[in-house]
């Protein structure tokens, strides 16, 4: 009789451990392409203002794959259970870590105290707003600086410091190698329309443009523009780099343009833009 008693018990703690995961998972939000704070809230029965908050989202921007807590509960076991400190590794970039920890890129920067998006394998940022920011440690430099970028065509051997490992003398990405005056450049630009055949009008971070024809958005490339930045077009205005294409590869930008006809008289122009965040 003891030896079932036992056996109950234990059945039913490994029942309630698999219900328990279960539910976690469930507090948690694949975003899908096409998806919208609003559609979230309303599949999820809450709130786009609790959405927002428990997600630390400070717009209604959000992006394919970003992870989104639909539920109260969700958002305290993130704040337990999120690391503090990130390392970056090879081959990441602003916009991969606040995809992969479902934050925000001007977040990043904010904390970890960034003035543009050049980050280093083997630097530590932060991912909480209440964590210190990390400087990465290099051999022979003072604690707060950060190894400049070697140019290959200008340095003198003297000049790269062989102390520190090779990894962090070069970065990550050159989201930033073309740009003057900050986050100034010269871009080539076309234009696009959602009203095309086979078109859906959703862009790449789930922003309906037929629903939202007065909606200022262009598409870039993200590995030079972040997505989600606000980025001032000469000619055009504030826009939202919210959308992608296969042909938008470095410094090239596509308009979305609500009228066909205007957007195909656009035609191809050099245009000056500023990053603004």
Same mark, same amino acid.
């Given at each position: 009789m003891r030896k079932k008693i036992i056996a109950f018990f234990t059945g039913a703690m490994i029942v309630g451990a698999l219900a328990s995961g279960q539910a976690s998972a469930a507090e948690v939000y694949k975003v899908q392409p096409g998806d919208s704070l609003w559609k979230i809230s309303q599949k999820h029965g809450t709130s786009i203002q609790q959405l927002k908050s428990w997600n630390n989202l400070s717009s209604d921007l959000i992006f394919p794959n970003q992870k989104l807590h639909i539920s109260a509960?969700?958002?305290?076991?993130?704040?337990?259970?999120?690391?503090?400190?990130?390392?970056?590794?090879?081959g990441d970039s602003l916009w991969k870590i606040s995809q992969k920890f479902g934050i925000q890129v001007?977040?990043?920067?904010?904390?970890?105290?960034?003035?543009?998006?050049? #980050?280093?394998? !083997?630097? &530590?940022?932060?991912?909480? $707003?209440?964590?210190?920011?990390?400087?990465?440690? %290099?051999?022979?430099?003072?604690?707060?600086?950060?190894?400049?970028?070697?140019?290959?065509?200008?340095?003198?051997?003297?000049?790269?410091?062989?102390?520190?490992?090779?990894?962090?003398?070069?970065?990550?990405?050159?989201?930033t190698s073309a740009r003057s005056d900050g986050n100034e450049?010269?871009?080539?630009?076309?234009?696009?329309?959602?009203?095309?055949?086979?078109?859906?009008?959703?862009?790449?971070?789930?922003?309906?443009?037929?629903?939202?024809?007065?909606?200022?958005?262009?598409?870039?490339?993200?590995?030079? #523009?972040?997505? !989600?930045? &606000?980025?001032?077009?000469? $000619?055009?205005?504030?826009?939202?780099?919210?959308? %992608?294409?296969?042909?938008?590869k470095g410094h090239k930008i596509d308009l979305f343009i609500p009228s066909q006809s205007e957007a195909m008289d656009f035609g191809v122009k050099q245009v000056k833009i500023k990053v603004l965040n």
């Amino acid at each position: 009789m003891r030896k079932k008693i036992i056996a109950f018990f234990t059945g039913a703690m490994i029942v309630g451990a698999l219900a328990s995961g279960q539910a976690s998972a469930a507090e948690v939000y694949k975003v899908q392409p096409g998806d919208s704070l609003w559609k979230i809230s309303q599949k999820h029965g809450t709130s786009i203002q609790q959405l927002k908050s428990w997600n630390n989202l400070s717009s209604d921007l959000i992006f394919p794959n970003q992870k989104l807590h639909i539920s109260a509960d969700a958002a305290v076991n993130k704040e337990k259970n999120i690391d503090d400190v990130y390392t970056v590794k090879s081959g990441d970039s602003l916009w991969k870590i606040s995809q992969k920890f479902g934050i925000q890129v001007h977040e990043l920067k904010t904390w970890n105290k960034l003035s543009g998006d050049l #980050i280093h394998p !083997g630097q &530590k940022l932060a991912l909480k $707003g209440e964590a210190a920011p990390v400087q990465t440690k %290099t051999a022979n430099t003072a604690p707060q600086q950060q190894p400049a970028p070697v140019q290959k065509e200008t340095a003198a051997p003297e000049q790269v410091q062989e102390s520190a490992p090779k990894q962090d003398q070069e970065p990550v990405e050159n989201e930033t190698s073309a740009r003057s005056d900050g986050n100034e450049m010269t871009v080539t630009a076309t234009a696009y329309t959602a009203s095309c055949n086979g078109c859906s009008g959703v862009t790449a971070t789930g922003i309906d443009l037929r629903k939202n024809p007065g909606q200022k958005v262009i598409a870039v490339d993200p590995s030079v #523009i972040p997505l !989600g930045s &606000k980025v001032e077009v000469e $000619g055009y205005g504030t826009a939202i780099a919210g959308d %992608t294409g296969g042909a938008i590869k470095g410094h090239k930008i596509d308009l979305f343009i609500p009228s066909q006809s205007e957007a195909m008289d656009f035609g191809v122009k050099q245009v000056k833009i500023k990053v603004l965040n």
